[in-house]
Nanobody, 127 residues
Framework: QLQLVESGGGLVQAGGSLRLSCVASGRTGRTFSDYRMGWFRQAPGKEREWVAGINWGGEYQYYAESVKGRFTISRDNTKNTVSVQMNSLRPADTAVYYC?????????????????WGQGTQVTVSS
């Protein structure tokens, strides 16, 4: 199983920006580019929500409607890293953010398609 570690969370005012990163490691017999990657978030009292996804080579990015135009997902397969640049943050973006790795071909928006998860990083946006 891939180990994923997120970083970059914090407290920011509405309208501000944060960049989350996730580094993958582990002896899985596969390379990082074998995995599609996704970001999810979970706010207190709410279900986990898919935020963004990226394909193996990084050519295609996918976004939830709630973040489209504000968030940008990217990956660097040479550094085993996936990131999400979050701009124009809103209080509604407050949540624990998780990165996840998908080895298969399931729906990139569906958390059940993912094989490995990070521990999460808190993002708090104040009004």
């Amino acid at each position: 199983q891939l180990q994923l570690v997120e970083s970059g969370g914090g407290l920011v005012q509405a309208g501000g920006s944060l960049r989350l990163s996730c580094v993958a490691s582990g002896r899985t017999g596969r390379t990082f580019s074998d995995y599609r990657m996704g970001w999810f978030r979970q706010a207190p009292g709410k279900e986990r929500e898919w935020v963004a996804g990226i394909n193996w080579g990084g050519e295609y990015q996918y976004y939830a409607e709630s973040v489209k135009g504000r968030f940008t997902i990217s990956r660097d397969n040479t550094k085993n890293t996936v990131s999400v640049q979050m701009n124009s943050l809103r209080p509604a973006d407050t949540a624990v953010y998780y990165c996840a790795a998908n080895l298969g071909y399931g729906d990139i928006r569906d958390g059940s398609s993912y094989d490995s998860w990070g521990q999460g990083t808190q993002v708090t946006v104040s009004s």
